[in-house]
């Protein structure tokens, strides 16, 4: 198996500017979590969808933060406007059914200038 | 491991000592918990888990421990090697899926 995908690794972007990260998990895992992580907060969950559907999204910042899964397979994170201090790395991570290890993805680390 | 802002606690161990790593956590109501080990640039990567119902957990090379009563979680790594250098992080889910994860402590391995 692959392993959990995400894309792009890096990302530099301006101030202001729509940034769409994106993620593919394991086949066969139905629990899908993005996280982000920063040296100050540390690694904090954002949203988490169960069957594609988003199950806790208490994480997400602000409304600049959206997320969606149109299908088991696929998944973005979408930040519009970006601003400076959204710069972090995010991680995608699945898991399946009630085995509540997830697998990570090895992350996209965002700049945003 | 509780981080402090951007300090990480940092354990200094010997090659072929082994490590003791401790996190505390904040949920009575939490019944598993999860160790990952997290290398530089890389994703967290699963070590081992450990339901509430049992206090000790063995792994190869490494052994977790579980204290209820005080909310005391341990991760010991046998004969630690130099790519036993990483941040490692304990996790306790609640509710649902949702892992809510400790700040990291930052495992160095001197030869």
């Known amino acids: 198996d692959a392993g959990v995908i995400q894309s792009p690794r890096h990302e530099v972007t301006e101030m202001g500017q729509e940034v769409t990260l994106r993620c593919k998990p394991i086949s066969g895992h139905n629990s899908l979590f993005w996280y982000r992580q920063t040296m100050m907060r540390g690694l904090e969950l954002l949203i988490y969808?169960?069957?594609?559907?988003?199950?806790?999204d208490s994480g997400m910042p602000e409304d600049r933060f959206s997320a969606k899964m149109p299908n088991a397979s696929f998944s973005t994170l979408k930040i519009q406007p970006s601003e400076p201090r959204d710069s972090a790395v995010y991680f995608c991570a699945s898991s399946f059914g009630d085995l509540y290890e997830q697998y990570f993805g090895p992350g996209t680390r965002l700049t945003v200038t | 491991g509780e981080s402090v802002g951007l300090h990480l606690p940092t354990l200094s161990v010997q090659e072929g000592d082994n490590s003791i790593i401790n996190c505390a956590y904040s949920?009575?109501?939490?019944?598993?918990f999860i160790w990952y080990k997290q290398e530089s640039g890389k994703g967290p990567q699963f070590i081992i888990d450990?339901?509430?119902?049992?206090d000790k957990r063995q792994g190869q090379r490494v052994t977790v421990l579980l204290n209820k009563t005080v909310k005391h979680l341990s991760l010991q790594i046998a004969a630690t090697q130099p790519g036993d250098s990483a941040v490692y992080f304990c996790?306790?889910?609640?509710?649902?899926?949702?892992?809510?994860f400790g700040g990291g402590t930052r495992v160095l391995v001197k030869p």
């Open positions: 450990i339901r509430s119902n049992m």
């Open positions: 969808f169960n069957n594609n559907v988003p199950i806790d």
């Open positions: 949920n009575s109501a939490s019944d598993y």
């Open positions: 996790a306790e889910k609640a509710a649902g899926n949702k892992l809510t």
